[in-house]
Nanobody
Framework: EVQLVESGGGLVQAGGSLRLSCAAT????????IGWVRQAPGKEREGVAC????????YYGESVEGRFTISSDNAKNTIYLQMNNLKPEDTAVYYC???????????????????????WGQGTQVTVSS
């Protein structure tokens, strides 16, 4: 059974940093892409970042590129999202999500259309105050 458990959300001032963690069980990173999706109140889901171990590559949404970094600890089957220079518009519930890697384009597909992810965590709230 695929399970994704997020942690690390909280309240931070604008310009600050947070690191989110996602512990994954029930599948191998070798055959899946895994990433982060956020949803602010009244807005659609937005793909933030994605990681593919088999492609040894990452992909980011335009609004966070250069500020957020996705990484993994293979031994712990955990991925992280380091968020720097946070802005009030980054306030959202952040979800960890995963999907089987179908091709080298899977990261692009799920980041641009996050509803294509197959598995989801419960979410963690990130609030950035101005």
């Amino acid at each position: 059974e695929v399970q994704l458990v997020e942690s690390g959300g909280g309240l931070v001032q604008a310009g600050g940093s947070l690191r989110l963690s996602c512990a994954a069980t029930g599948f191998s990173f070798d055959h899946y892409v895994i990433g982060w999706v956020r949803q602010a109140p009244g807005k659609e889901r937005e793909g933030v970042a994605c990681f593919s171990r088999s492609d040894e590559d990452t992909y980011y949404g335009e609004s966070v590129e250069g500020r957020f970094t996705i990484s993994s600890d293979n031994a712990k089957n955990t991925i992280y999202l380091q968020m720097n220079n946070l802005k009030p518009e980054d306030t959202a519930v952040y979800y960890c999500a995963a999907s089987p890697r179908l091709s080298t384009y899977t990261m692009v597909v799920v980041t641009n259309t996050p509803d294509n992810y197959d598995y989801w965590g419960q979410g963690t709230q990130v609030t950035v105050s101005s």
